[in-house]
């Protein structure tokens, strides 16, 4: 009786032992974005608009995503909020996540990957794999129509959708990751009247709520200039019902937002608002989680030991 009452003990210490170490997590549905948020006639648009694109366009995919201001998924739980609440900040600046594997391929989740390595590597924030004691998340998915992410931080799990192809890019992954930690477009900035001009006259009717702005209590800059280079300012054809510009800048020789990755404006205020969270991170020397090294290098790993393996092109 002995012998089976150790033998127990063994076999448990050796099945949490491997479920530490080698098991992936699969976390529930994610409370915000499970479900499709278009209808299926606007979910079959979106998806041809930005399946169209290549990466040469001028348009951004998150302003073809149908929903609030593009690509901002607003649901019932909760309301519109701004970055000033701390609420909807990310515990210790540590965001755990979750790609679903069915929905890319082993390339596709490298280059989600690549985008959180930027964060890694120009920010305090860190992501790590998803853990079942977590009560807020992020998913990718790409099982709806249109690139999108709640804004801030929710509870019970959210959802970043990256539809595939069109939008599991480098600069997309980013543009929606900076959603999911707390910010709002640029363009809607309090203050944006000084640099940019709207162009309502060529605004697509019913689409004029794109350029809403916040007022300070929502949302902040934390002293930052406005930034026209940021990943989260619109591109300048943004919702024309005509092909011509909607916003102009008032200042010479720039260009209206872009796809490569964070702005330097967009780091400072990212280290801003994550200040103290960054600060209270046990451990916060560490420049990245063990967990996202592992599943990094392993899909990396992939790519140097299989020549065939392709360096671009999408599972369609
Ligand atoms: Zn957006």
């Given at each position: 009786m002995e012998g089976l009452v150790g033998w127990i003990i063994v076999l448990a210490l050796a099945s949490s032992l491997i479920e530490c170490h080698s098991q992936r997590h699969r976390p529930p549905n994610a409370k915000h974005g499970d479900m499709q948020p278009h209808s299926v006639g606007e979910a079959a648009r979106v998806a041809s608009q930005i399946d169209e694109l290549d990466d040469e366009d001028e348009a951004n995919p998150w302003e073809l995503s149908g929903l609030f201001e593009g690509d901002i998924l607003l649901d019932r739980y909760h309301s519109r909020n701004g970055i000033l609440n701390e609420s909807m900040r990310w515990a210790d600046g540590?965001?755990?996540?979750?790609?679903?594997?069915?929905?890319?391929?082993?390339?596709?989740?490298?280059?989600?990957?690549?985008?959180?390595?930027?964060?890694?590597?120009?920010?305090?924030?860190?992501?790590?794999?998803?853990?079942?004691?977590?009560?807020?998340?992020?998913?990718?998915?790409?099982?709806?129509?249109?690139?999108?992410?709640?804004?801030?931080?929710?509870?019970?799990?959210?959802?970043?959708?990256?539809?595939?192809?069109?939008?599991?890019?480098?600069?997309?992954?980013?543009?929606?990751?900076?959603?999911?930690?707390?910010?709002?477009h640029q363009q809607s900035a309090s203050n944006r009247d000084d640099y940019v001009r709207i162009l309502w006259e060529n605004i697509e009717p019913g689409h004029e709520h794109?350029?809403?702005?916040?007022?300070?209590?929502?949302?902040?800059?934390?002293?930052?200039?406005?930034?026209?280079?940021?990943?989260?300012?619109?591109?300048?054809?943004?919702?024309?019902?005509?092909?011509?510009?909607?916003?102009?800048?008032?200042?010479?020789?720039?260009?209206?937002?872009?796809?490569?990755?964070?702005?330097?404006?967009?780091?400072?205020?990212?280290?801003?608002?994550y200040q103290s969270q960054c600060a209270q991170r046990e451990g916060s020397e560490d420049p990245e989680p063990p967990g996202f090294i592992d599943q990094f290098n392993s899909l990396l790993g992939l790519f140097k030991e299989n020549a065939a393996f392709p360096t671009y092109g999408f599972k369609k």
């Open positions: 540590t965001v755990p996540y979750f790609i679903e594997d069915e929905d890319f391929t082993d390339e596709q989740q490298l280059v989600i990957l690549k985008a959180i390595k930027e964060y890694h590597q120009k920010t305090c924030i860190q992501f790590r794999p998803y853990h079942k004691k977590d009560t807020s998340w992020v998913v990718f998915r790409s099982n709806s129509s249109g690139c999108w992410s709640s804004v801030g931080m929710q509870s019970d799990g959210q959802t970043v959708n990256l539809q595939s192809p069109g939008c599991v890019r480098h600069g997309v992954v980013i543009h929606e990751l900076l959603h999911a930690l707390g910010f709002f794109n350029f809403n702005k916040y007022n300070e209590t929502e949302v902040t800059s934390y002293g930052i200039e406005y930034d026209y280079g940021s990943v989260m300012h619109y591109s300048a054809k943004a919702f024309s019902r005509n092909s011509e510009p909607t916003i102009e800048a008032l200042q010479p020789n720039v260009t209206l937002g872009q796809r490569k990755g964070l702005s330097e404006k967009d780091i400072s205020k990212l280290e801003l608002m």
